[in-house]
């Protein structure tokens, strides 16, 4: 029967069949480290919120196939909450990707901050997506965030207009985030500065585009862990936990 230890796999899309196989990396690894067999079970998402659940029927050198004998489709959040991560350190980039991804949210938006000290690649978008996706596994989440091309403060600002409100979370605003966020409001956006904190010129730009500043705590969380705290809060208050 499967189980929470059966191991999660992602593919592009579920095809209406009795059967999946499973190829390259992923297949590799299933067969080479994780010493799966014939009759192990499996988990087998879309990373859009589908499942199914499966057992080995087959296994050769590079791939295997799973009869399917279960499907599911995780039930829609209440609200959709999105990501405005500046960049941090690398050696802080995995545990805050781990975090976001556990945090449940939609989608994923690197931020090029003034005060970011971690430094944006040709490759760290497929970098980040790929930390997401393992974390996914570890955690069997159905529905992966998705990690967008990196934006300056300009270019952020410009897609605020995408969402029903927009939270700066700033340790030095007055309200908490309980009293900032409207209830009933379905598409969130939460901005998350750097290590070195948002920069008074960001403060007042985002301001002047109706973005509400709120705080967390007293205390000052790191900016790798403020994502799963302030999601946490508003998953919450709106009924959604």
């Given at each position: 029967?499967?189980s929470?230890?059966s191991p999660l796999?992602?593919?592009s899309?579920?095809?209406k069949?009795?059967?999946i196989?499973?190829i390259?990396?992923?297949?590799h690894?299933?067969l080479?480290v994780?010493r ?5 079970f ?13 057992r ?8 295997f196939?799973?009869?399917i004998?279960q499907e599911?489709q ?5 609200i959709q909450?999105s ?6 350190k690398?050696?802080?980039t ?11 949210v ?10 970011s ?13 790929t930390s997401?996706?393992e974390a996914?596994?570890q955690?069997?989440i ?5 990690v967008?091309?990196?934006s300056s403060?300009k270019?952020?600002?410009?897609k605020?207009s995408d969402?029903?409100?927009v939270?700066l979370?700033?340790?030095n605003?007055?309200d ?10 379905s ?8 290590e ?13 585009t109706?973005v509400f500043a709120?705080?967390l ?5 790191r ?10 809060a ?8």
């Open positions: 029967m499967p929470v230890n796999f992602f593919v899309n579920l095809p069949s009795e059967t196989e499973i390259g990396d992923d297949a690894h299933a080479k994780l799966l067999k014939v009759d192990d499996v988990e087998i998402s879309d990373g859009l919120g589908k499942v199914a659940f499966g080995i029927i087959e296994t050769n050198r590079k791939n196939s799973v009869k004998t599911k995780q039930p829609q959040s209440k909450i990501i405005a991560q500046a960049i941090v690398s050696d802080r995995k545990e805050m990707l781990e975090l976001i991804t556990q945090s449940g939609h989608e994923l938006i690197p931020w090029s901050a003034e005060h000290i971690g430094k944006w690649q040709t490759n760290s978008r497929l970098k980040w997506q997401i996706y996914a596994k955690c069997h159905y529905s992966v965030p998705s967008q091309e990196v403060t270019q952020l600002i410009e605020l969402y029903d409100q939270i979370l700033d340790q605003a007055e908490p985030i309980s009293k900032v966020y409207k209830i009933g409001k598409k969130i956006l939460l901005i998350i500065g750097p070195g904190g948002v920069s008074d010129a960001e403060t007042a730009q985002f301001k002047n109706n709120a705080k705590a007293n205390s000052t969380f900016s790798a862990h403020v994502a799963l705290a302030a999601t946490s508003i998953n919450t208050l709106a009924g959604n936990w």
